[in-house]
């Protein structure tokens, strides 16, 4: 198995409450995404990143979403007790969601999963982020600060206007490069090129990506190929998000052998090593 | 002090709630007291590994769902090691839901169950949808019923539920041949048959092609079920669909259940069984009853009978 696999930081994993989270903001941060501000004290606000909740999304109109949503936790602060998330409105859940004012409420069950693994003798890391996947990967933002991780995250959009979360990453210390597709900077291979730069300059120890396969794919290759470690967050369809309906269940590769893993439980943070292409 | 304890063949329930096979695991602990359930009754294990069906496995309808799981199940061997030892803890009755591929293989698997410590009831689940085609199941059928219920009465002295299907013709029939061969409870029952389509892909919602429906919209059937299963048996019946309120339960418990299974409900809201028993509670104080139990079959169904509405 390549690149380090079960480490790291001993990090207390807070079990899980459904909270009645009261919305401080959810305004709009750009042509196509919101960012919703809770009030979450308790359980709610000690998720880890790349943990996530289970919306009880309102219903809207003829949106009546019968299942939960899970949703990346996009920010958790313990001091204020606050829970952030960064959403695009595509569907049932989130059409709900874009509804919510100032002072209502909304259940929120979590923080559920498998967040992300840091070593804090890593030197440096490196983010690929693009879509809504950002929401997931920007809380590495803080954590590989506080461990003294120098950070490079490549942020990938349709345009500039579309870059989400570039301050957040500037502001604590990280570099930022942004590839765009109105440019082709976006294209794969130019990504892989600007890849095997960053880690060659930096020194790169850990690779993270979410969301887009085609990037899960160029990660996984280029921390086998280099001896790096790598994870990524993945994205599957939840019912109960505790583990027990099974329903969110994607194969894995393990010691050559293959085997179910629960999106929900067992992730969604998995090493690029043992997903499958 | 009101007593909601019921009696399920033998076994007596400090309260009538209980979770429904599949929707329940340890990770609920977090979020719900397990002390106060009635039973705690587990996903349905088989003695062989399953890796159960293929994705998407779920989809959501206007008030309810469909699920084609499949039952996924780590086998015998790691449930007994791993899972019986987690619920010795918990002082509620640890039911514990079966399947097998052949009436011999519930026997068996039963027996093998029978000398596990920390194991108080075996459901026999005859009735899950999703295993063969077009639903087919050992609870589709009268004859398959009775020969499961036999063997598995001479494999083990556990008490034993037998979980019907809502998918057969003639429930009572099936539920009547259980009681014959020495069932201790039946459960009506398990999800009904369904099939959901997307319009735009031409396809099944599922990757099962068909799968089995829950949720609310399936209770007013559940509920007459349960009443048609309780006028003709004379074990006790335990009512399980579409029960997400103490309101919902009750219905079943008026119906003639003498318990109730709740499981979609806590896919939504996982701490939905604490607050069911907390309601019942309230509930008989507001009605001054002193005993649960005593509200069990009490429908009203005089009317009906006398002009010639009921069978």
């Not at chain 1, 506080?146 to 502001?171: D, M, Q």
């Not at chain 1, 969110?248 to 179910?260: A, I, P, R, S, T």
């Not at chain 2, 609920?28 to 293929?54: C, M, Q, W, Y």
Request: glycine letters at 10%; one cysteine or more; proline letters at 5%.
């Amino acid at each position: 198995m390549t690149g380090i696999s079960s480490c790291c930081q001993a990090i207390a994993i807070t079990p899980p409450n459904d909270t009645l989270a009261v919305v401080l903001s959810n305004e709009w941060v750009n042509d196509e995404y919101k960012r919703l501000v809770l009030q979450a004290d308790g359980a709610a606000c000690h998720s880890q990143p790349g943990q996530f909740f289970n919306l009880l999304c309102p219903s809207e109109g003829e949106h009546k979403p019968f299942f939960r949503r899970p949703m990346s936790t996009y920010k958790a602060d313990p001091v204020t007790g606050q829970v952030e998330f960064l959403y695009k409105v595509t569907g049932k859940g989130t059409f709900g969601l874009e509804t919510l004012v100032e002072r209502q409420t909304l259940e929120i069950l979590g923080p559920l999963g498998k967040g992300f693994n840091l070593d804090p003798n890593w030197q440096h890391m490196t983010i690929v982020a693009r879509g809504v996947g950002l929401a997931t990967l920007a809380p590495l933002a803080e954590a590989a600060h506080a461990l003294g991780i120098k950070l490079t995250a490549v942020l990938s959009a349709r345009s500039e206007k579309s870059l989400l979360s570039r301050e957040r990453f500037a502001s604590l210390g990280a570099e930022v490069i942004s590839v765009l597709d109105e440019d082709g900077s976006s294209s794969l291979e130019n990504i892989e090129t600007l890849l095997r730069k960053v880690i060659a300059d930096q020194g790169s120890n850990a690779l993270f990506t979410c969301g887009s396969k085609r990037l899960t794919r160029l990660l996984k290759r280029l921390s086998s190929e280099l001896d790096l470690a790598g994870q990524v967050a993945l994205e599957q369809q939840m019912v109960c998000g505790l583990g027990m309906c099974q329903c969110c269940v994607d194969v894995f590769e393990v010691d050559g052998l293959k085997v179910g893993k629960r999106v929900c439980l067992e992730g969604p943070v998995f090493d690029l090593a043992e997903v499958l292409e | 002090m009101i007593d909601l304890s019921v009696n399920i063949g033998g076994l007596r329930l400090k309260n009538p709630v209980m979770p429904a096979s599949g929707t329940f695991a340890e990770e609920l602990t977090h979020l719900l007291d397990f002390n106060s359930l009635g039973a705690l009754v587990t996903k349905t294990i088989t003695s062989e590994k399953r890796t159960g069906n293929p994705m998407p496995r779920v989809c959501e309808l206007a008030d309810g769902m469909m699920n084609a799981i499949g039952i996924p199940s780590k086998g015998a061997d790691l449930f007994i090691e791993k899972v019986v030892p987690f619920y010795r803890d918990f002082d509620s009755p640890l039911i514990v839901s079966i399947s097998a591929p052949s009436a011999q293989g519930f026997a068996d698997l039963a027996a093998r169950l029978s000398d596990v410590p920390g194991v108080a009831g075996i459901e026999a689940n005859i009735s899950c949808p999703n295993l063969e085609a077009h639903g087919e199941s050992f609870g589709m059928h009268a004859d398959t019923t009775r020969q499961v219920v036999k063997l598995m009465r001479a494999s083990t002295s556990l008490p034993l539920w037998v979980k019907l299907t809502p998918n057969a013709g003639d429930i009572v029939d099936i539920a009547l041949s259980a009681q014959d061969e020495g069932a201790d409870a039946v459960v009506v029952g398990n999800t009904l048959l369904g099939l959901s389509i997307d319009i735009e892909k031409g396809r099944a919602r599922l990757g099962n092609f068909m799968g089995g429906i829950s949720g609310a919209m399936i209770k007013p059937l559940m509920v007459r079920l349960t009443y048609q299963c309780a006028q003709s048996l004379q074990i006790p019946v335990i009512g399980c669909g579409g029960i997400s309120t103490a309101d919902d339960a009750l219905e079943f418990i008026y119906a003639g259940a003498s318990a109730v299974q709740v499981g979609t409900a806590t896919f939504i809201h996982p701490k939905t069984m604490n607050l069911m028993v907390n309601e019942l509670e309230v509930f008989c104080r507001r009605k001054g009853i002193s005993r649960l139990s005593s509200l069990i079959g009490i429908l009203d169904d005089s009317l009906a009978a006398a002009f010639g509405a009921l069978p």
